[in-house]
């Protein structure tokens, strides 16, 4: 137990503030506590004051989807809560680039859901699609 602790404090010292912001807010729910003390004393050390968590969960509440746990459902491409969700296409990505003729291509394998953060909402991977729009548009550049 004492092992594990230590590895999670060497995580938190090195997390990004806004992921740190996130787990103590909206990920709270389903945080261990002894870790929940750890980040909260790390926030502290980097100089945020209790006002400043709850006006970053009060901003992340305004927009994030909440699951029947309570904690915000993550977006599909990064630890940061999604706010929007959308149908699209499941790929399976093909790549040779050790062959003289390289190619990349990906193959549509089954829709499903998936959850978009605000950054990924803007510049999606994959791109953000529904199953009826014409294919030419789905491509990766
Ligand atoms: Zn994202």
Redesign the pocket.
């Known amino acids: 137990m004492e092992f594990h602790l230590k590895r999670v404090a060497e995580y938190i010292r090195r997390a990004d503030t806004e992921e740190l912001l996130d787990r103590v807010t909206i990920y709270r729910a389903g945080m261990e506590p002894a870790a929940l003390d750890l980040m909260e004393g790390e926030l502290d050390r980097r100089g945020l004051s209790p006002a400043d968590i709850r006006a970053h969960d009060a901003q992340r509440r305004a927009t994030a989807i909440f699951l029947p746990d309570g904690t915000a459902l993550r977006?599909?491409?990064?630890?940061?809560p999604?706010i929007q969700q959308a149908r699209g296409w499941h790929k399976l990505r093909l790549r040779a680039p050790f062959t003289s003729r390289s190619f990349n291509i990906a193959l549509p394998l089954f829709p499903r859901l998936f959850a978009?953060?605000a950054?990924?909402l803007e510049s999606p991977s994959p791109p953000l699609h529904t199953p009826d729009e014409n294919p030419s548009n789905t491509e990766d550049q």
């Open positions: 977006c599909s491409f990064c630890d940061r999604a978009y953060c950054i990924h």
